[in-house]
């Protein structure tokens, strides 16, 4: 077979694209598009976080006095009110010491009495100057040395029951208690050894760390008057799992620290969140969504009406008439809620193509729809644009004459 080739048949074909294609647009009926007026609006600025849970209050349960463990009287990761006894240390050494410190108080209040009637015995003879002043005065001293004594005795007796109460160790703070770190028959020491750890879970703190650089230009914006701070008792803090699931719960801003980390150039801030079901356990990471701030009079557009050339320059169609559209490059700033923040290449009052501007070209007739400028779920966005872009889809055939 022999190939030829019709040099004359490729030029005629370009010839005719020309030709008929522009002539085939000028039959076709403008797009319909959506249109958007660009109004200012309060933003609130939003940064997502990196962080963990923390346990409000955590307590080491320590023995105050030493001996050996009889029985263990909590259930291992269950909950424990302040008070409650989770050990119980054998008693019997506390028990003699509180018998001999009552023998000994015993003692000391009988000398006191003694000591009294001597004293009043010497008082009553030297009233009658049958004794020196010399023999009151040492009965005097002896009663003083008595009532010493006896004050001597009922604070070791104290000392010795307080021992003894401490015989059963109590839960210092109402919370969840871990698992059990000694067991029946151990030998613990006072103030050493740790038996168990509570943990308060309801709320729990979240601390979560940004870094230096991204709050200081939150400041200078601040100081510039682009931005209004929130305080932070007003500042809405969500938590966000790994999954991508937000817990139901909002949180409030605590604090931040006043010094940076050294090794990071992070600065640590702490939420509060409550946690009733406890699903927030100490240690679990999560990512905190917080507005920090709010910016005035700002413009935000839907994500799907910008686009990108293939440089990466972001740009939107804007009517520059009543039929007519124009590109607008723009720089963008965060999102929100399926929304662009523009802060330059548009301004108050622009008409911004929201919807069908895929088709479109500089100088290119459309005919507007306008639409109210306010966020739209991305679930829902699709849905509610579909009948748009398909009205702008349909010219597209060729019109019948």
Known sequence: MTNRSFPGL??????????????????????????????PEALPVVNELPGRVAATRTAEVRPR???????????????????DVLYRIDPAPFDVRVASAKGTLARA??????????????RALRERKVTAGVDLDNAATALAQ?????????????????????????APISGVVGRA???????????????????????????????SSELFALRRALAAGQLAMMSAGEARVQLIFDD?????????????????????????LRAEFPNPDGNLLP????????????????????????????SGQAYVYALKGDDMVERRDVTLGQTSDNRWLVEEGLAPGD???????????????????????KPVPAGAAAAAEAPVEASAETPVAPAKE
């Open 146 to 170: 008595a009532r010493a004594d006896v004050t001597i005795a009922r604070a070791a007796l104290q000392e010795a029951e307080l021992n003894r109460s401490y015989t059963e160790v109590t």
């Open 181 to 211: 770190l000694v067991t029946e028959g151990a030998l613990v020491n006072a103030q050493t050894d740790i038996m168990a750890t509570i943990q308060q879970l309801d709320p729990v703190y979240v601390d979560f760390t940004q870094s």
């Open 10 to 39: 490729g030029a005629g074909l370009v010839l005719f694209c020309l030709t008929t294609v522009p002539a085939l647009a000028q039959q076709l009926p403008p797009p319909q598009v959506s249109v958007q007026v660009m109004t």
């Open 109 to 122: 209040e009988a000398t006191e009495l003694n000591a009294a009637d001597q004293e009043k015995r010497a």
């Open 283 to 310: 240690g679990l990471y999560v990512r905190v969504r917080i507005e920090q701030a709010v910016r005035d009079n700002a413009l935000t557009v839907p994500q799907m009406a910008v686009q990108r050339d293939q």
């Open 244 to 268: 991508g699931s937000e817990y139901e719960h909002p949180g409030k801003l605590l604090f931040s620290e006043a010094s940076v980390d050294s090794t990071t150039g992070q600065i640590t």
């Open 65 to 83: 006095v030493g001996g050996i463990v009889l029985e263990r009287v909590f259930e291992q990761g269950g909950k424990v009110a302040a008070g």
């Open 351 to 373: 008409r911004v193509v929201v919807a069908g501007a895929q088709k479109l070209y500089p100088d290119a007739k459309v005919v507007a729809q306008p639409v109210a400028a």
